[in-house]
């Protein structure tokens, strides 16, 4: 087959895919219900705990991407006719209200505008007018580019109103801290392809005690049986019954990539993330096309760029992946024209990554 | 890493994976929205349409294995209340009379026994009883290794009573004739670890007029926003609108895998599979362990076979997999302890392997 160039991939995921996994994704292709893939999920599920820093029980990586860990932590713990609360600061906020809605929830948001983050009291304010069963809220808004702050209030806060919290690490997980049991985050979700570094197609996923007690006191089955948990657990521990037919590459491949950040470390990783995305900031401050969100709660992975006055940003980008096969992103919805959305996750997270990035735009925005 | 060793894969799925898909796996990964992921897309469905056999637009791989592809049909055709017929001859006709039943319908089942297929009369008389937005129906239960007849004939019967008909193609697209067009099927999914030879993680599937009308009324959303068929058809084709990070490497092998398919032509590969299933069953008869499935209705594809008296099936599979490689399956359900089941699908399906098997058999058996 012919196969496209390869890019470098500063976008907002897929990271570009570090040897070491390219290598174990193409290793022999082994069934769903061999000895040895099961013994490759208990090894995972470590791994996964060890990088949402939890010791939760419930901790798989599911087959699907990011998209499908939002569905199914939403649809584990919804209801028909339950009351969520989504604080929505960006596009994938919306994602979660959508589904939920979909789902049947009596869903409330509360909205900041793009490049904002919640503060604790406003999110508590809204806990306080009524009971909600579920508080959801993205981590690291990929579409902003901002961190959301104050996650261990924000779960005090929940909790203190009887509503459990589901956070969105979509971005976040493995590229800045998520301490799941520190901050007690009750369900978090991310997926294979960002700071991971993996193939896209896996989504891993966490629930705690208390998610898990509002999954057994259900009085409805799951409404997704492709994204039911609890025949997670029954396939990929206990029993081992059959579920679905995993792929043996993608786990090989999200156990080598996990295995390469743990190796590196996570602090380390965080760090270097840091390092890189500081180069990059600094550089696009100089081509005058600064950083849209404010550094106290700017993310390093994922960095929405001011595009420049005069400038055409969807030319400039068609013109980095054709001229340079670098790929980055445009901005979503209302930042569609105004932003571009640069990602340094994983094993794209390199100095050399950074200053080919801003060595083309410099040539470009001169052009 | 430390790979398992390399498996003769010859049970219900995953086939083996030709060393060119392999190859294609481990692709450079590209983003989900590179134009090139998107021009593989186009050609992926023009591949895929043609083993559908079908001029079906909506036509895509879904992001998740053959059981999301299920999922997805369901989802997308019935809304909460919907009259669904599902006709079960084995453990996939249940799973979707229950997916179904998640999803909200009224659902009422007619049943054979394990290893019986319908008649197309006994479905006529259930069509009859009352008006049915949906018939759903496996073409080849991979728990019995029985290919339902007459699917044209139950297509004409469905369509008469005001029914669509939905056709699981799991084991049988690739391995055995499916004529979506032709036989006026609805809507219909698969998988791309089984006949199709790829590596788990993608679901083909196709929803031709009818089914489209049946989404294009729906008074309710899909409640699934990851197996939504109008934003995959947003995202495939058109506006190439996001919807979710698509894996480039699993998209690479599966077209490779299908034109390895095309380029030996259906009707040979189907060829192939009968004469090395010939072959199996020959050589079963011979062990004393013979395909539990008449031969009228046998797949080529997966064969159960009776385990002869006083032997016990789990040890026997247990030291095909631990000294010999080679990957069978047990039973189903009320059928754990009868049979085997041995798939011959794909790459899977040659003499070399159908001979490794009946020599380690033989051995076994022996013991």
């Keep these: 087959m012919n196969f496209p160039p390869a890019r470098i991939l500063l976008g907002p995921g897929p ?3 570090h040897p070491r996994v390219l290598q174990a994704l193409s290793g022999p292709t082994i069934g769903h219900l061999d000895p040895c893939l099961l013994d490759l999920y208990a090894r995972e599920q470590n791994l996964l705990r060890r990088v949402f820093q939890t010791e939760n029980e419930w901790t798989f990586a599911l087959s699907g991407t990011g998209t499908s860990g939002m569905e199914a932590a939403l649809a584990n713990l919804i209801e028909a006719g339950d009351a969520v609360l989504v ?4 596009y994938f906020g919306a994602r979660l209200a959508e589904i939920a809605a979909r789902l049947g929830a009596q869903v409330d948001r509360i909205e900041r505008p793009l490049g904002e983050i919640f503060e604790v009291d406003e999110i508590e304010a809204a806990l306080r007018r009524k009971p909600y069963k579920l508080l959801a809220l993205v981590h690291a808004e990929t579409s902003t580019g901002a961190e959301q702050l104050h996650v261990a209030e924000i779960a005090e806060a929940a909790h ?6 589901l956070l969105d690490t979509v971005t976040s997980l493995g590229g800045i801290p998520v301490k799941v049991d520190e901050w007690q985050v009750d369900a978090a979700y991310s997926a294979s392809q960002k700071n991971l570094s993996a193939p896209a197609g896996l989504a891993p996923i966490t629930f705690g005690p208390r998610a898990r007690a509002a999954v057994a006191r259900r009085r409805t089955p799951v409404p997704s049986f492709y994204l039911d948990l609890n025949l997670y657990a029954d396939y990929w ?3 081992h019954a059959y579920h679905h037919t995993a792929s043996s590459g993608l786990h090989y491949a999200l156990v080598e990539a996990l295995t390469i950040l743990l190796e590196e470390g996570l602090e380390s990783a965080f760090a270097r993330s840091r390092a890189n995305a500081e180069r990059l900031w600094a550089g696009l401050e100089q081509l005058g096309a600064p950083p849209f969100i404010p550094p106290a709660y700017r993310l390093p992975p994922l960095t929405t760029a ?3 006055a005069g400038v055409d940003p969807h030319a400039v980008r068609a013109r980095l992946l054709n001229e340079y096969d670098i790929e980055i992103a445009s901005g979503f919805g209302a930042l569609k024209d105004k ?3 640069i ?3 994983g094993y794209s997270s390199r100095p050399e990554n950074v200053q080919k990035l801003l060595e083309a735009l410099k040539k470009l925005l001169a052009d």
Excluded: K, Q
């Design 15 to 17: 990271s570009m895919t």
């Design 87 to 90: 604080a929505v600061h960006g």
């Design 160 to 165: 203190r109103y009887g509503a459990l919290l």
């Design 237 to 239: 521990s206990g029993a």
């Design 306 to 308: 001011c595009v420049p």
């Design 339 to 341: 932003v571009w959305r």
């Design 343 to 345: 990602g340094l996750m």
